[in-house]
């Protein structure tokens, strides 16, 4: 190229001898001047008013005198409003056909139309976003929903073999169907499939191990690692001397500062009972009371109580075995009397074993009297009328009288404390009224 786009002045004198290499010509700054060959007619000519320019003019900015092919009317018209290839119509006269095209969405707006349905295609791209949301439909326009993205495109999975798979636009990566290949704790088989999480699901597999005290085997999962049974721990406490009574548990049996609260079980030297303090190992018992708990009776055993030990036990501390002091014994009650006489036998005449027992119930009846702890009368259990003559000839001794009540076999004697009696009294149980035709 020698000269500037419009054709009027030389590259030589721009300063610029070729542009064949593909660099924009330079131009002069003078008019175009080129014709406009779409609104050019044979008797009108319109020429580019712009300044030299590269590449085609822009629109003309003149007008034109033309005629309607309908009413033969002349109007001017805008260049730029024309096309060279129609014929001008008119708006009186424009009447457009205004059918809906076969894709629904456009109308038919040629002039007098009297084509087919055949005739009505839309020759329109669609252009409606397909359901991926990334493209837009490139078929001929049509009616109805658009087909499926036909794009796709390679992803690898998301899991842990990282596998590539070709996946239509938009749609959601599958799920790999390959067993984890992941290295695992255990060396059971893999139940699982390949995944995208950090950690893979714990193995499930059925074994057998140790509770975690060392007791007994259990079936547990694989992946359990801790695991306690229902046995008691009896792990050797810190203190050296009791064994932990918690059930089967994990870590230490007592927190480093926390001291053992169990009783000291040494065996006392002077009764033979535990300690019983709260655990002080390593140091050796204190000397206290022994609290323990223990059984006196009457000596019929009929009245019990519980006592402390260190109230019954004599003797010092070397001593194994221990006595009960003798004052320390409950002594038998008016109660305890009468089961003792229920139990004598009954046709005992002038023995010298009842003359005996009615002297020591008479003696402890008295000496009770006197101090006011029992009432003044006393009853004995029914016997013989030899053993009755022999408690009414020994009570007036004792400061008594006696009555006897009931009839036959069930006839008993009762003697009442009244203190030390005449002489001419000791002997009026032979002429008691109530025991007459017994002497």
């Given at each position: 190229?020698?000269?500037?786009?419009?054709?009027?002045?030389?590259?030589?004198?721009?300063?610029?001898?070729?542009?064949?290499?593909?660099?924009?010509?330079?131009?002069?700054?003078?008019?175009?001047?080129?014709?406009?060959?779409?609104?050019?007619?044979?008797?009108?000519?319109?020429?580019?008013?712009?300044?030299?320019?590269?590449?085609?003019?822009?629109?003309?900015?003149?007008?034109?005198?033309?005629?309607?092919?309908?009413?033969?009317?002349?109007?001017?018209?805008?260049?730029?409003?024309?096309?060279?290839?129609?014929?001008?119509?008119?708006?009186?006269?424009?009447?457009?056909?205004?059918?809906?095209?076969?894709?629904?969405?456009?109308?038919?707006?040629?002039?007098?139309?009297?084509?087919?349905?055949?005739?009505?295609?839309?020759?329109?791209?669609?252009?409606?976003?397909?359901?991926?949301?990334?493209?837009?439909?490139?078929?001929?326009?049509?009616?109805?929903?658009?087909?499926?993205?036909?794009?796709?495109?390679?992803?690898?999975?998301?899991?842990?073999?990282?596998?590539?798979?070709?996946?239509?636009?938009?749609?959601?990566?599958?799920?790999?169907?390959?067993?984890c290949a992941r290295i695992h704790a255990c060396d059971h088989e893999v139940t699982h499939m390949c995944h995208n999480k950090d950690a893979c699901p714990p193995c499930t597999t059925l074994t057998d191990k140790m509770c975690t005290?060392?007791?007994?085997?259990?079936?547990?999962?694989?992946?359990?690692?801790?695991?306690?049974?229902?046995?008691?721990?009896?792990?050797?406490?810190?203190?050296?001397?009791?064994?932990?009574?918690?059930?089967?548990?994990?870590?230490?049996?007592?927190?480093?500062?926390?001291?053992?609260?169990?009783?000291?079980?040494?065996?006392?030297?002077?009764?033979?009972?535990?300690?019983?303090?709260?655990?002080?190992?390593?140091?050796?018992?204190?000397?206290?009371?022994?609290?323990?708990?223990?059984?006196?009776?009457?000596?019929?055993?009929?009245?019990?109580?519980?006592?402390?030990?260190?109230?019954?036990?004599?003797?010092?501390?070397?001593?194994?075995?221990?006595?009960?002091?003798?004052?320390?014994?409950?002594?038998?009650?008016?109660?305890?009397?009468?089961?003792?006489?229920?139990?004598?036998?009954?046709?005992?005449?002038?023995?010298?074993?009842?003359?005996?027992?009615?002297?020591?119930?008479?003696?402890?009846?008295?000496?009770?009297?006197?101090?006011?702890?029992?009432?003044?009368?006393?009853?004995?259990?029914?016997?013989?009328?030899?053993?009755?003559?022999?408690?009414?000839?020994?009570?007036?001794?004792?400061?008594?009288?006696?009555?006897?009540?009931?009839?036959?076999?069930?006839?008993?004697?009762?003697?009442?404390?009244?203190?030390?009696?005449?002489?001419?009294?000791?002997?009026?149980?032979?002429?008691?009224?109530?025991?007459?035709?017994?002497?």
């Amino acid at each position: 190229m020698n000269y500037c786009p419009c054709g009027a002045t030389p590259l030589s004198v721009l300063q610029k001898q070729d542009c064949s290499n593909g660099d924009s010509a330079p131009t002069c700054g003078r008019r175009c001047g080129k014709e406009k060959l779409i609104c050019s007619t044979s008797g009108e000519q319109h020429i580019c008013r712009s300044q030299c320019h590269n590449g085609p003019c822009p629109p003309c900015t003149k007008s034109r005198v033309v005629q309607c092919i309908e009413c033969k009317d002349k109007v001017r018209v805008d260049c730029q409003d024309l096309k060279q290839t129609e014929e001008y119509i008119c708006g009186r006269c424009f009447k457009p056909c205004n059918k809906v095209k076969n894709c629904g969405r456009h109308w038919c707006y040629k002039h007098k139309c009297q084509g087919s349905d055949s005739s009505h295609l839309c020759d329109k791209v669609c252009n409606r976003r397909l359901g991926c949301g990334n493209h837009d439909c490139d078929q001929p326009c049509h009616s109805g929903d658009c087909k499926m993205c036909p794009h796709t495109s390679i992803h690898k999975l998301d899991c842990g073999c990282s596998e590539e798979v070709v996946v239509p636009c938009a749609a959601t990566l599958p799920t790999c169907n390959k067993p984890c290949a992941r290295i695992h704790a255990c060396d059971h088989e893999v139940t699982h499939m390949c995944h995208n999480k950090d950690a893979c699901p714990p193995c499930t597999t059925l074994t057998d191990k140790m509770c975690t005290g060392g007791h007994k085997t259990i079936t547990m999962p694989c992946y359990t690692k801790i695991m306690t049974c229902d046995s008691i721990c009896g792990k050797i406490l810190p203190c050296g001397q009791h064994q932990c009574q918690r059930k089967c548990h994990d870590g230490y049996c007592t927190k480093t500062s926390e001291k053992c609260k169990q009783l000291c079980q040494t065996l006392r030297n002077n009764c033979g009972h535990m300690c019983g303090l709260v655990c002080h190992a390593p140091k050796e018992c204190p000397k206290t009371n022994c609290m323990e708990k223990l059984t006196v009776t009457c000596k019929c055993g009929k009245i019990k109580q519980q006592k402390p030990c260190f109230l019954l036990v004599t003797g010092s501390e070397t001593d194994h075995m221990f006595l009960q002091s003798p004052q320390k014994i409950l002594q038998c009650d008016s109660e305890c009397r009468r089961n003792s006489q229920a139990n004598l036998p009954q046709d005992r005449t002038n023995d010298v074993d009842f003359m005996d027992f009615v002297k020591s119930e008479l003696q402890w009846f008295t000496e009770q009297a006197k101090k006011g702890l029992v009432e003044p009368r006393y009853k004995f259990a029914a016997t013989s009328k030899e053993n009755r003559h022999i408690i009414h000839a020994l009570a007036p001794h004792y400061g008594c009288t006696t009555d006897s009540y009931g009839t036959g076999p069930q006839r008993y004697t009762a003697v009442s404390y009244v203190g030390k009696l005449p002489k001419n009294q000791h002997r009026q149980w032979q002429l008691d009224k109530s025991d007459a035709g017994e002497t």
